[in-house]
């Protein structure tokens, strides 16, 4: 959930408290805001399993059986923004389960981010399981959001992009393995390498200070390809091919530009 569902669920409640007690705001006039005694507090859609009992999710929220809220009111948009605060759950809502003579009874829906299982890496070839695994860093049982799947897509992505592979795709997908885990997710990879980025020439343009030939000395790790070296094949790394651009020893008053043309193997 991103800050723009926050602001729908605020929305959400505006709606539904304005809507449920006061039909007439319907025709656009706007309801004044009342005092309602809570009389209870429910949870729907928490998994135990996970350790997230009701009770702290109630506690949390800083509701409390007893206290008066106003409606239409900030509070439950306060209680929404405390529980988001945990970073447990994906979607959050308060409702109004029904309302009684002494007051009104309310329910807090959530859903839960899933919890990590297990990696299961599909298509490597490059670039060893135990390596992808060590750049993942994910602990079994952990909450697993989507920022957590992006964060090890890029690690993963650099990791091939030290072995040359710049325009290798990866795919992710979460899984439930076992029903009797529904929470649990497996996180699935699956990676097209593609091909391997060689460098063919080096090309310096636009230098007056120094000659090509000096400037691509101090170029150490990124090299052409010769034919007296045949066997060797120079592979591109996109961030020390820039720093050797951006920062040769010789200093020169312009920079070079460094261009590849794609190699398979």
């Not at 959400?12 to 319907?26: D, E, I, M, Q, T």
């Amino acid at each position: 959930m991103f800050p723009g569902s926050r602001i729908f669920h605020s929305i959400l409640l505006c709606l539904f408290f304005g809507v449920a007690f006061y039909p007439h705001s319907l025709y656009g006039q706007r309801p004044a805001p009342e005092v309602y005694k809570i009389q209870g507090i429910t949870v729907e859609g928490n998994s135990p399993e996970s350790g997230t009992e009701s009770s702290a999710i109630i506690s949390n929220s800083g509701l409390k059986v007893g206290d008066e809220i106003t409606i239409p009111g900030d509070q439950a948009h306060q209680a929404i923004l405390k529980l988001w605060a945990l970073r447990i759950f994906s979607d959050i809502q308060i409702l109004v389960d029904h309302k009684s003579q002494g007051g009104i009874y309310l329910l807090i829906k959530v859903k839960e981010y899933p919890r990590f299982e297990r990696l299961v890496v599909k298509g490597n070839d490059d670039v060893s399981e135990d390596d992808i695994k060590k750049k993942v860093n994910l602990t079994k049982g952990q909450i697993l959001t989507p920022e957590d799947t992006t964060r090890a897509i890029a690690a993963i992505r650099q990791l091939y992009g030290e072995e040359g592979h710049l325009l290798a795709v990866i795919r992710s997908e979460l899984i439930a393995e076992d029903s009797s885990k529904p929470n649990r997710r497996t996180l699935e990879l699956n990676i097209d390498e593609g091909p391997t980025v060689m460098i063919d020439r080096v090309i310096v343009a636009g230098s007056s200070a120094f000659s090509g030939d000096d400037l691509k000395g101090q170029m150490d790790d990124t090299k052409e390809r010769t034919w007296w070296h045949f066997w060797s094949h120079p592979k591109f790394d996109r961030f020390t091919g820039r720093t050797a651009i951006s920062t040769p020893r010789l200093s020169p008053t312009r920079r070079g530009t460094a261009r590849t043309r794609e190699k398979s193997r």
